[in-house]
């Protein structure tokens, strides 16, 4: 191999760690050891490499794009499972896989609440805002809605929240277990959404307490009254604050 | 190799940046690179399935976000915002918010600057952070084609970092 051929080769290399491996290189980084007008011309290429892409880096991508594409993903997600055809398949395992599936439901800890989040989080951040069974500003048609399709719900809301516009509401199964979801409206316009389904569609999982940040939301788990709550929102984190901490703290006002 | 699920909220969460580089690279327009971005994710959501090696995930992103450019490119092809002209680019890039750095902006001067069959191999190289292998596959080129393209480009870089050195700018040692 003549030198020529050697800088064409490491044209192509990286770093040690990433190519240093690759046999390709090998016979060209061994040659620098007997050439070294080579290896001169070696260092001051990685030299360049490395300060052009250091310089590129400043290309920094906008600040929310990682949660716009994660929301987009989730979304997506949701839509595909909407299908019909991957409906009637689920329908088909339901009905071939029913013992398992109901063991599995007896049995699955972790992963089961893992998925429950995922998917809540699908529905509350789906593009355009979650789909909705009822629209309407007022709280109690929204409690109503859900009693009469006997999905669970929070009848004891505190105070502030019960003085709070709604954006509607929406009764749901997840796996096999009655669900609600209902959408206030903050103060500041933005929407707090709360997940409600019984704490045994989690089998023996732990439900995690505090406040998380998923992407750009924030949300937080309460356990009421054998129901499992998730809140929600893309709200500031000192207003989300302002709003659930208080709301998990404070006193129940019966059930 | 065997295909195991994909977790696309870690694959998200490692390339993004990258992909986002690359493509304000071809596009030289903010808003335009995070559409392409996220619409590269989208369809790697959509067709996990047919996706059959892991591995190649990356290559596949980069070759895929590279695929809806040249879509875009055809389908308004009176964009203002795509034309390539080295000229333009100079122009959408100073305009640009996204360039924190100057220095960003002085490299992406001189790449544009670059043969265009040059250009794609170094963007991939250096923004993508790509090794030749998967350049190649993103390229469906040989890798001896990327090995050479890799070559005249990077010195068809270095002489035009040089000629637009400044005290801001990119410093190439002599050669």
Redesign the interface.
């Known amino acids: 191999m003549n030198s020529d051929a050697a800088k064409e080769i490491l044209s192509a290399y990286r770093s040690s760690d990433r190519d240093g491996a690759d046999p390709i290189f090998r016979e060209a980084l061994n040659q620098m050891e007997s050439d070294s007008e080579l290896k001169k011309w070696f260092e001051e290429q990685q030299d360049r490499d490395r300060t052009i892409r250091e310089k590129l880096a400043g290309i920094e991508p906008p600040a929310d794009l990682q949660a716009k594409i994660l929301a987009r993903i989730r979304g997506e997600k949701v839509r595909r499972f909407a299908l019909p055809q991957v409906w009637l398949a689920a329908a088909a395992c339901l009905v071939v896989g029913g013992i398992a599936l109901f063991y599995s439901i007896r049995q699955t800890g972790p992963d089961r609440f893992q998925e429950f989040k995922t998917d809540a989080m699908a529905m509350v951040s789906a593009e355009g805002g979650p789909q909705l069974d009822l629209r309407t500003p007022d709280l109690a048609e929204t409690q109503n809605y859900l009693r009469e399709h006997q999905a669970p719900r929070d009848d004891a809301l505190p105070s502030r929240l019960k003085s709070m516009e709604t954006e509607g509401c929406r009764a749901f199964v997840w796996k096999q277990y009655p669900a609600s979801l209902t959408c206030f409206r903050m103060p500041n316009g933005q929407l707090l959404h709360l997940v409600v389904i019984n704490r045994e569609a989690m089998g023996n999982a732990n439900i995690p307490v505090g406040m998380k940040s998923v992407g750009d939301w924030h949300v937080m788990f309460q356990q009421k009254d054998g129901m499992l709550m998730m809140w929600a929102t893309q709200a500031p984190m000192e207003e989300f604050k302002q709003m659930v901490v208080k709301v998990a703290a404070e006193p129940r006002l019966g059930s | 190799m065997v295909r195991t699920e994909l977790d696309?909220?870690s694959i998200?969460?490692e390339l993004?940046?990258p992909l986002?580089?690359f493509a304000?690279?071809l596009s030289r327009n903010?808003a335009q690179a995070?559409d392409l971005?996220?619409e590269t994710?989208?369809i790697l959501?959509?067709q996990q399935a047919q996706v059959r090696d892991i591995t190649k995930i990356k290559s596949w992103l980069f070759t895929t976000l590279r695929r809806e450019f040249l879509r875009g490119l055809r389908s308004q092809s009176t964009h203002p915002e795509v034309e390539l002209k080295p000229e333009h680019q100079d122009q959408l890039v100073a305009d640009s918010g996204?360039?924190?750095?100057s220095?960003?902006a002085?490299?992406?001067e001189a790449l544009a600057g670059v043969d265009e069959s040059y250009r794609m191999v170094l963007e991939l190289?250096?923004?993508a952070?790509l090794?030749?292998k998967e350049i190649a596959a993103t390229l469906d080129i040989p890798i001896g084609t990327?090995?050479?393209r890799?070559?005249r480009g990077?010195e068809q870089?270095?002489i035009l970092l040089t000629k637009t050195a400044s005290p801001n700018k990119?410093t190439?040692?002599p050669?």
Do not use: C, G
């Not at chain 2, 996204?98 to 750095?101: E, G, H, I, P």
């Open positions: 696309l909220e998200v969460s993004y940046s986002y580089r304000f690279s903010e995070a971005t996220q994710f989208l959501a959509k996204v360039l924190k750095a220095d960003a002085t490299v992406l190289f250096y923004l952070d090794s030749y990327v090995m050479s890799l070559s990077k870089l270095r990119i190439p040692r050669n």
